[in-house]
């Protein structure tokens, strides 16, 4: 199976632009979980998305959204971009909610950069 | 809410060196608990878990006992390598399996 698969994997943007990152999860795996890990803080969680609806979400602001796609891919988007949002975006897929023990299966990241 | 303790680092070790990352957790209810790694320029990869008291966790050499009293879940390997370089994160799903928590992560650097 090919695994998690993140486009692109280096952006560079400018302070107040957008940007949308994309996640295509393994086959098979309806949920999405996407995290922000930075040098001080670690990784964040920033939101999950189960067969399209958003199961739960971290605490972060509303330029913080995110989608999921009927085919399970998930799209993250960051509007007015500030310099602290540079960072790793990763995000994970997992299989059935239900499963004991839930493993995650993470992508490469996105290395967001923002000058 | 649920949380995850563990040491930044760097911790740097020798080859063949016994490695001890401590991890402690707080949580409500019974969570899962994990342990990733992440080599450079890479995602996380599960190293090993475990879901209920004292089930051991173990792969590629590595170990991890969950300790319910103690609410620990340190990660061992009795003899480092090179290649063992990497963060290390300690991790906890709780009771609905809807999130994740993550310690900080710990940089491990195996001298040779």
């Known amino acids: 199976k090919a695994g998690v698969t993140q486009t692109p994997r280096y952006l560079i943007k400018t302070r107040g632009q957008q940007v949308t990152l994309s996640c295509s999860p393994i086959?098979?795996?309806?949920?999405v979980s996407w995290y922000q890990q930075t040098p001080g803080q670690g990784l964040q969680f920033l939101f999950e998305?189960?067969?399209?609806?958003?199961?739960n979400k971290g605490n972060f602001p509303g330029r913080f959204s995110g989608r999921q796609f009927s085919n399970s891919r998930s799209e993250m988007n960051v509007s007015t971009l500030e310099l602290g949002d540079s960072a790793l975006y990763l995000c994970?897929?997992?299989?059935?909610?239900?499963?004991?023990?839930?493993?995650?299966?993470f992508g490469p990241g996105t290395r967001l950069t923002v000058t | 809410g649920d949380s995850v303790t563990q040491m930044e680092g760097p911790v740097t070790l020798s080859e063949e060196a016994f490695l001890t990352i401590n991890c402690t957790y707080t949580?409500?209810?019974?969570?899962?608990l994990f342990w990733y790694v992440q080599y450079p320029g890479e995602g996380l990869q599960l190293l090993l878990k475990?879901?209920?008291?004292?089930d051991k966790g173990s792969n590629k050499g590595f170990e991890a006992t969950y300790r319910k009293e103690t609410t620990s879940f340190h990660l061992e390997k009795g003899s480092v390598q090179v290649s063992d370089s990497a963060v290390y994160f300690c991790?906890?799903?709780?009771?609905?399996?809807?999130?994740?928590?993550f310690g900080i992560g710990t940089k491990l650097q195996v001298i040779p």
């Open positions: 086959s098979g795996h309806r949920s």
């Open positions: 998305y189960f067969s399209e609806t958003q199961r």
């Open positions: 994970a897929s997992s299989t059935r909610e239900d499963q004991p023990a839930r493993e995650q299966y």
């Open positions: 949580a409500t209810g019974y969570p899962s």
């Open positions: 475990a879901t209920k008291a004292d």
């Open positions: 991790a906890l799903s709780d009771l609905g399996y809807q999130k994740v928590t």
